[in-house]
């Protein structure tokens, strides 16, 4: 089975505190950050497994608020998930105020994959991954399409 014909996406306790402690400390500063989450198909469910901080770039611009992961750090990315047969399922970023999903996002995701999961958090992830404020996308072949946060189970 792919990741477009997953239903859920579920996420052990660590991973989510991992998520959302790296987060928090990126918008204390004022900055976002990508957190990717890897794991594997089971039936009709993505197990997250890991979550993986790349190393990565955050600027704030006149425009707002940008991040990127270069090349080196992909690419390590996925020496990694080969070494142990992963695959990336989602990325999470936390925006300062309102979650959406932007132009730059759409145009430049990490998660390729059709039926892959883009999570954004709003309030730099003060009130938690799933707070009714946050938003999630799956990748169609129409590109990312808003769809609802119960995608997303904490075990």
Same mark, same amino acid.
């Given at each position: ?10 996420? @052990? $306790?660590?991973? =989510?505190?991992?998520?959302?402690? +790296? ?7 004022? !900055? ?5 989450? +890897?794991? /594997? %198909? =089971? &039936? ?22 940008? %991040?990127?992961?270069?090349?080196? *750090?992909?690419?390590?990315? #996925?020496?990694?998930? !080969? ?25 430049? @995701?990490? %998660?390729?994959?059709? &039926? $892959? ?5 709003? #309030?730099?992830?003060? /009130? &938690? ?6 938003? *999630? !996308? ?13 995608? %997303?189970?904490?075990?």
């Amino acid at each position: 089975m792919s990741l477009d014909e997953v239903a859920r996406f579920r996420v @052990p $306790g660590d991973v =989510r505190e991992q998520t959302e402690s +790296s987060l928090r400390a990126a918008g204390r500063d004022g !900055y976002e950050l990508f957190v990717l989450w +890897s794991g /594997r %198909v =089971r &039936g009709d469910t993505f197990e997250v497994i890991a979550a993986h901080v790349p190393r990565q770039t955050s600027a704030k611009t006149r425009d707002g608020l940008l %991040v990127t992961v270069e090349g080196e *750090a992909l690419h390590k990315m #996925n020496v990694w998930l !080969y070494e142990h047969k992963q695959m990336l399922g989602a990325q999470v970023h936390a925006h300062p105020r309102k979650a959406f999903h932007s132009e730059t996002d759409d145009t430049y @995701p990490i %998660v390729t994959t059709l &039926g $892959g999961l883009s999570l954004v958090v709003a #309030n730099f992830c003060r /009130r &938690g991954l799933l707070h009714r404020s946050s938003a *999630a !996308y799956r990748l169609t072949t129409d590109g990312w399409i808003e769809t609802a946060l119960r995608v %997303v189970e904490f075990a």
